[in-house]
């Protein structure tokens, strides 16, 4: 069973960084595509970014492509969304998934959820 924890949200001020950590356990972390979605209240789920099985590709949301930055590490199990300037715009809970398809971005490709970590950028 694949679990998923991510870490490192928090309140920041716009224009100040983040960067969020997912750690997956399991010994088959290299295999997987790795994304992240996040959600504000009353909005639905978005995704964010994603980083292929090896981490030679990634993609991005037009709202978050330039600013944000995904990478993984294949030997710690970890995947990282690197949020260097952030806007209010960007105020959610994010969540890291696992999935097996790169290109989809929609929330049903992915199999496998962390619960998690909220991050609030004031103006």
């Known amino acids: 069973q694949v679990q998923l924890v991510e870490s490192g949200g928090g309140l920041v001020q716009a224009g100040g960084p983040l960067r969020l950590s997912c750690a997956a356990s399991?010994?088959?972390?290299?295999?997987?595509?790795m994304a992240w979605f996040r959600q504000s209240p009353g909005k639905e789920r978005e995704f964010v970014a994603a980083i292929n099985s090896s981490g030679s590709g990634t993609y991005y949301a037009d709202s978050v492509n330039g600013r944000f930055t995904i990478s993984r590490d294949n030997v710690k199990n970890t995947v990282w969304l690197q949020m260097p300037s952030l806007k209010p715009v960007d105020t959610a809970v994010y969540f890291c998934?696992?999935?097996?398809?790169?290109?989809?971005?929609?929330?049903?490709?992915?199999?496998?959820w962390g619960q998690g970590t909220q991050v609030t950028v004031s103006s």
């Open positions: 998934a696992e999935g097996l398809h790169f290109g989809p971005q929609v929330g049903s490709a992915y199999n496998y």
């Open positions: 399991g010994p088959t972390f290299s295999r997987y595509v």
